[in-house]
């Protein structure tokens, strides 16, 4: 059975842009599937519909057979990686991580959620770094920061969007074997948007890809047909 399906979904901007036609794909519990495709062609209008940050204006997203379309962001059970990391600049790294288990519904005292938080510190190794700011950080300290923070509420589902592209050639490829390395032990279903070919090849189960709104081709690395 499938993890998550998605089925025909679509999306026209309110300004009439149609930025996905028809996009339909599967993917498998425990998988690494990357969304690859050049700048524009819908990665992350279709990573954010996923999320329920945004409406689709058509098809539908199931979840282990369930539709999501009408279920709130909080209640997906999702983690999200932002491209820019988006992490709250007043709190120190521990806050950050230790944030989204201290609001909400299933919230935690502050131990138990200081608890959980060093373990994901442990795993995405900033366990030393509990008490900086982030502005004070590398790019990949941060990016190891936004990946502790999205695994902290341990998400059925993990999305990533563009999450080395801000960081140097050396890091870029250090942190994807870190990233696939640590999605695997953790055996989170994962999406992992990116306009890199080989960064699609070398850490992708399977790729998705896009072109101007639609699937091109749906397969694993090695059938894949690139465009020299
Ligand atoms: P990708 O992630 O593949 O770069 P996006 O999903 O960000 O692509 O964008 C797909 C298309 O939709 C692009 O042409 C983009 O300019 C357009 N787009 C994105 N957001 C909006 C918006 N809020 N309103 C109108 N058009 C948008
Ligand atoms: P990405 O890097 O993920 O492709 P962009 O940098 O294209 O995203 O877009 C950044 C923000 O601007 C997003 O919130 C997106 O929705 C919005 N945006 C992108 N293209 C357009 C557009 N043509 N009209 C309105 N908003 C847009």
């Known amino acids: 059975k499938k993890f998550i399906e998605v089925k025909d979904l679509q999306k026209t901007y309110d300004n009439g842009h149609q930025a996905i036609k028809s996009v339909s794909f599967s993917v498998n519990k425990g998988d690494l599937v990357c969304l690859l495709g050049p700048s524009g062609c819908g990665k992350t209008t279709t990573l954010n519909m996923i999320a329920g940050l945004l409406a689709p ?5 199931l979840v282990e057979g ?7 962001p909080k209640d997906r059970n999702i983690g999200y990686v932002f491209q820019n990391y988006a992490l709250y600049p007043h709190m120190t790294v521990l806050q950050n991580v230790m944030f989204p288990l201290t609001v909400g519904k299933g919230k935690k005292s502050k131990n138990e959620a200081k608890k959980i938080a060093k373990r994901y510190m442990q795993l995405t190794h900033i366990e030393e770094l509990a008490d900086q700011k982030p502005g004070k950080l590398s790019g990949g300290q941060q990016q190891r920061v936004a990946i502790a923070r999205a695994l902290v509420q341990e998400p059925k589902i993990l999305l990533m969007d563009e999450p080395l592209s801000n960081l140097d050639a050396r890091l870029r490829l250090k942190i994807r074997e870190e990233i696939r390395a640590l999605v695997k032990e953790v055996g989170i279903t994962t999406l992992f948007v990116t306009h890199d070919q080989e960064e699609a090849l070398s850490i992708g189960d399977r790729i998705i890809l896009f072109n101007e709104g639609t699937v091109q081709q749906n397969d694993t690395g090695d059938n894949l047909y690139l465009e020299p």
């Not at 369930?66 to 709130?72: F, G, L, P």
């Open 57 to 61: 204006t058509g098809g539908d997203i």
């Open 66 to 72: 369930k539709s999501m379309i009408h279920v709130e």
